[in-house]
T-cell receptor, first 112, second 114 residues
Framework: NAGVTQTPKFRVLKTGQSMTLLCAQDMNHEYMYWYRQDPGMGLRLIHYSVGEGTTAKGEVPDGYNVSRLKKQNFLLGLESAAPSQTSVYFC???????????FGSGTRLTVV | AQSVTQLDSQVPVFEEAPVELRCNYSSSVSVYLFWYVQYPNQGLQLLLKYLSGSTLVKGINGFEAEFNKSQTSFHLRKPSVHISDTAEYFCAVNPSAAGNKLTFGGGTRVLVKP
């Protein structure tokens, strides 16, 4: 089925470990986004990309890095995980224009 | 910059009763407005959106929302809820001019009771 696929779905990290979350979309969307969801705070934008090879900071970028080497993939990296990064991470994509976003099913990350 | 406020963090409602979820936004530019629904352990699904034209927007699952520019509001309503409407609902805004970042409200959790 067409859509946005996130891997992994769950992960537990120890403080200081690193990991990469993968987002893949097969809809040929230009724009891709990484959000984190925390209780009572809605979704907050971490980083986004307006096209292959481009990335930009969102509202809460500290502690994260991203790459968009291929149009269909958007990677989110944590170089040295901290407990404050315990959250549910959502990837989203969309075409140019005013349409709605298509979201992945999320990655639940716990940092202990 | 824009911001979104969802005034109710939780809304309990009985099955077949009406529900209204409130959303207010602030922005210095005109915006597009969206409502998303998140069922337990799932991603977000688009319910409806306002881009231009009629201020009353109809979405999926019997939901509708009304854009009120003077009150900067975009409240979501459903005349009769079902148990399956139990979920979290998010209001979001995106600047209409050269904007490509969606800003979300804090969410409203709807619990439908039998």
């Amino acid at each position: 089925n067409a859509g946005v696929t996130q891997t992994p779905k769950f992960r537990v990290l120890k403080t200081g470990q690193s990991m990469t979350l993968l987002c893949a979309q097969d809809m040929n969307h230009e724009y891709m986004y990484w959000y984190r969801q925390d209780p009572g705070m809605g979704l907050r934008l971490i980083h986004y990309s307006v096209g292959e090879g481009t990335t930009a900071k969102g509202e809460v970028p500290d502690g994260y890095n991203v790459s968009r080497l291929k149009k269909q993939n958007f990677l989110l990296g944590l170089e040295s995980a901290a407990p404050s990064q315990t959250s549910v991470y959502f990837c989203a994509s969309r075409h140019e224009g005013a349409g709605g976003y298509t979201f992945g099913s999320g990655t639940r990350l716990t940092v202990v | 910059a824009q911001s979104v406020t969802q005034l109710d963090s939780q809304v309990p409602v009985f099955e077949e009763a009406p529900v209204e979820l409130r959303c207010n936004y602030s922005s210095s530019v005109s915006v597009y407005l969206f409502w998303y629904v998140q069922y337990p352990n799932q991603g977000l699904q688009l319910l409806l959106k306002y881009l231009s034209g009629s201020t009353l927007v109809k979405g999926i699952n019997g939901f509708e929302a009304e854009f009120n520019k003077s009150q900067t509001s975009f409240h979501l309503r459903k005349p009769s809820v079902h148990i399956s409407d139990t979920a979290e609902y998010f209001c979001a805004v995106n600047p209409s001019a050269a904007g490509n970042k969606l800003t979300f409200g804090g969410g409203t959790r709807v619990l439908v009771k039998p």
